[in-house]
């Protein structure tokens, strides 16, 4: 009586390197039509993040939910902004432009 269904709890998460989203089989991808409970592994090849368009090479091993010391890897001891990836350090410059672009607006909508 042994079914061949993984648990999707405990297939790796995979963070993409460009813009920190972060593909959880619990899930799968509602964009690129990969149903909930398919393994990063198992993805197409040209599957890409469906945030920022990256390739599978960009993704990184964060290990499954329940591991929530995230990495895999030893990150060492730098955390903080240095635990940011360069892509969300440009989400957070990024988003900074925007809310600046608005206060711009709304100053001119005032005149
Ligand atoms: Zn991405």
Known sequence: MSTQTVDPKTLDRYECGACGYI?????????HQVAPGVP????PQD???PVCGAPIARFQNMGPVGNPSGFKQ??????GVNALTPGQKNILI???LAL???????FYGLQ
């Open 23 to 31: 593909y959880e089989p619990v899930k799968g991808d509602d964009k």
């Open 40 to 43: 990063f592994e198992e993805l």
């Open 47 to 49: 599957w890409r993040c």
């Open 74 to 79: 030893n990150m060492g001891y730098g955390l």
């Open 94 to 96: 990024f988003g900074g």
């Open 100 to 106: 600046a672009g608005l206060f711009f607006l709304s």
